[in-house]
């Protein structure tokens, strides 16, 4: 496998670096040593200069500030009440960011239904907080922490997933901003979110 992607790799456009995790591979190593990791299936991108999404309202801008740090840091966005897992993205003091939605367990299964009980497998990380408690991820400990850390780190895909293999489509659960084409799923692969886009793709470019 190759080296973890470095934090100066995510000093760029969150549209193509959501992209190109695609097939990547999420490690997280617990203090006891024990590997628990799952290929990315589904991510979003959020980019804060010309995304409505970080832009519009109060408390969009309050949580767009939290991700002006430098890139390739772990974030946390609480939604309803749930943590969501982030890596920032472009230079210091810009708001950016790739959120993971969902992951396909390769390494770890057991301690990942120890952490997160489920009836059906497939329901155990396909989605955004269910992979944080699955992995058994304690936000105040890995927010801020640099994106190589040796116990959560994300390796490229061994070999770039082709474009007929990517899905893209609206984000999901948002009102501003829901209709660019910013997220991006393995097509087919059935722990991909059961979340469903609500509005048609805007006529933009997704780069």
Same mark, same amino acid.
């Given at each position: 496998?190759?080296?973890?992607?470095?934090?100066?790799?995510?000093?760029?456009?969150?549209?193509?670096?959501?992209?190109?995790?695609?097939?990547?591979?999420?490690?997280?190593?617990?203090?006891?040593? $024990? =590997?628990?990791?799952?290929?990315?299936?589904?991510?979003?991108?959020?980019?804060?200069?010309?995304?409505? +999404?970080?832009? +519009?309202?109060?408390?969009?801008? +309050?949580?767009? $500030?939290?991700? $002006?740090?430098?890139?390739?840091?772990?974030?946390? %966005?609480?939604?309803?009440?749930?943590?969501?897992?982030?890596?920032?993205?472009?230079?210091?003091?810009?708001?950016?960011?790739?959120?993971?939605?969902?992951?396909?367990?390769?390494?770890?299964?057991?301690?990942?239904?120890?952490?997160?009980?489920?009836?059906?497998?497939?329901?155990?990380?396909?989605?955004?907080?269910?992979?944080?408690?699955?992995?058994?991820?304690?936000?105040?400990?890995?927010?801020?922490?640099?994106?190589?850390?040796?116990?959560?780190?994300?390796?490229?895909?061994?070999?770039?997933?082709?474009?007929?293999?990517?899905?893209?489509? $609206?984000?999901?659960?948002?009102?501003?901003?829901? #209709?660019?084409? %910013? =997220?991006?799923?393995?097509?087919?692969?059935?722990?991909?979110?059961?979340? #469903?886009?609500?509005?048609?793709? +805007?006529?933009?470019?997704?780069?």
């Amino acid at each position: 496998m190759t080296e973890p992607l470095r934090p100066d790799h995510f000093d760029a456009d969150p549209v193509r670096l959501a992209r190109d995790l695609l097939g990547g591979t999420l490690i997280r190593v617990t203090a006891q040593g $024990a =590997r628990l990791t799952g290929r990315i299936v589904e991510v979003e991108a959020y980019d804060c200069p010309r995304d409505p +999404a970080c832009t +519009a309202g109060r408390f969009h801008a +309050a949580r767009s $500030a939290d991700m $002006a740090i430098a890139p390739g840091h772990w974030l946390f %966005w609480m939604a309803h009440g749930h943590p969501l897992l982030q890596v920032s993205c472009r230079p210091l003091g810009v708001a950016a960011s790739v959120l993971i939605r969902a992951i396909e367990p390769l390494e770890g299964l057991g301690h990942m239904l120890t952490n997160r009980p489920v009836t059906r497998e497939r329901d155990l990380t396909n989605g955004p907080a269910k992979l944080v408690y699955a992995l058994g991820l304690e936000p105040a400990r890995v927010a801020g922490t640099v994106v190589n850390s040796s116990a959560l780190h994300l390796h490229r895909p061994p070999v770039a997933v082709p474009d007929g293999a990517v899905e893209v489509t $609206a984000r999901i659960g948002i009102r501003e901003g829901r #209709t660019l084409p %910013w =997220r991006f799923v393995l097509r087919g692969n059935p722990w991909v979110s059961p979340a #469903t886009p609500s509005m048609e793709l +805007a006529s933009v470019p997704a780069d």
